[in-house]
């Protein structure tokens, strides 16, 4: 959604919002404004923070997120550094250094994670999985391919939207 505000600024500003939350829907989050630089980490911290070859992140100031459902649990994965989770569905939903004015958002967690990016950096490359590199060549298959009609007609999602909700479930 891009608003363009009626003010009286010369140049009219155009005011970006993303919106986001965990599988469950219990926490729900709202970006308003720009995005900072957005990445992929591959330490072994995000490794176990996301039970995946790592994270995809994308840096927020704080005073541009707003938790509009619930709140993140936090989990102090080192002296230095908390992150933030469902507590009720296990979605990580961030990372954030002490004292820093950005949060480091899940890109997965947002509505529409295509819209953030592009990515520009890797970080933590130390860490890098061995078969990360070729993820991309590995052979492709849509849902309807691995599932028969019946197994589709049967699988009801119990995950939240990928839109804001007044009420859940
Ligand atoms: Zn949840
Ligand atoms: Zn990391």
Redesign the pocket.
């Known amino acids: 959604m891009v608003e363009i505000p009626k003010s009286g600024a010369k140049e009219p500003k155009i005011m970006e919002h993303f919106s986001g939350g965990c599988q469950c829907g219990a926490v729900r989050f709202l970006v308003t404004g720009p995005l900072g630089k957005s990445g992929i980490?591959?330490?072994?911290?995000?490794?176990k923070?996301f039970g995946s070859w790592?994270?995809a992140?994308v840096s927020v100031s704080a005073k541009n997120l707003s938790w509009t459902r619930g709140q993140p649990s936090l989990f102090r994965s080192s002296a230095i550094v908390a992150r933030g989770f469902c507590a009720k569905c296990g979605t990580p939903l961030h990372?954030r250094e002490d004292g820093d004015d950005n949060f480091e958002l899940a890109i997965g967690a947002f509505d529409e994670p295509s819209r953030i990016g592009p990515l520009t950096e890797q970080?933590?490359v130390e860490?890098r999985v061995s078969w990360f590199k070729d993820m991309h060549l590995l052979p492709e298959q849509t849902t309807a391919e691995t599932r028969t009609p019946q197994d589709l007609a049967k699988l009801k999602s119990l995950q939240h939207p990928d839109h804001d909700t007044d009420h859940w479930p």
């Open positions: 980490c591959h330490c072994r911290m995000c490794q923070a790592g994270a992140l990372m970080v933590g860490g």
